[in-house]
């Protein structure tokens, strides 16, 4: 009865702060991060802070158009895609995994200056991987130079792959290096997880500045 009490407790605090908890966790990249683990990671627990729309106009939108966006963070996949993935995400809208889970993470393709975290030409990427899925592959894709995220969406022609790892066992942190070339400032790198444990692929945007 106790047990009970807390769980009832918990979900209705949880229902205040618009939070609607996963079935079960996933994961998502950590660093660079992800668009709406970013926007989670700093303003988590400051969400209703008016000073979001002003400081980090990009997550301002996307608390405002969907908050179980970043407080699921670790739910952007798409289920049965057996790897078409050009064909199971429109152009435009490669953020959200095109408008997966019920269009909850729409906000993630909106062009804007989202927060970018500065980089050098040789950098790690991080998957977090909270569930301890594994990966059949990982695909790490870096905007071509020229292409600029805060005029423009994101279309898979603007992706080059610049790095391919295969069956990866389950950890918690996957740690994938990468060589961005001769890239100079703001990019988006757009990581594909394909999980192992069933057909369920993660797709991650993160803003990146290339510093040179």
């Keep these: 009865m106790r047990r009970r009490a807390v769980a009832v407790l918990s979900a209705a605090a949880a229902l205040l702060v618009g939070f609607v908890p996963s079935a079960s966790a996933h994961g998502s990249a950590t660093d660079p991060p992800s668009r709406n683990y970013g926007c989670w990671q700093r303003w988590g627990s400051d969400h209703l802070n008016p000073n979001m729309a002003t400081l980090d106009p990009m997550c301002h939108q996307a ?27 429109p152009d435009g809208q490669l953020c959200s995994a095109g408008h997966t889970e019920g269009n909850r993470y729409n906000s993630m393709d909106t062009v804007g200056d989202w927060k970018a975290v500065n980089k050098p030409r040789n950098f790690t990427v991080n998957i977090y991987d909270q569930a301890f899925h594994g990966g059949d ?11 600029n995220p805060i005029t423009q969406p994101l279309r ?7 790095k391919e790892v295969g069956k990866t066992p389950p950890q918690q942190n996957t740690l994938i290096q990468v060589d961005a070339g001769t890239r100079t400032g703001r990019h988006i790198v757009y990581t594909i997880w394909k999980a192992s444990h069933m057909d369920q692929t993660y797709y991650f945007c993160s803003d990146v500045n290339f510093t040179g």
Excluded: E, F, K, P
């Design 63 to 89: 608390w405002q158009d969907n908050a179980n966006a970043m407080w699921n963070w670790n739910g952007l996949y798409r289920n049965g895609v057996a790897g078409n993935h050009q064909a199971a995400i």
């Design 137 to 147: 592959y990982y695909r790490v894709y870096i905007t071509r130079q020229g292409y």
């Design 156 to 162: 898979w022609s603007d992706l080059q792959l610049v």
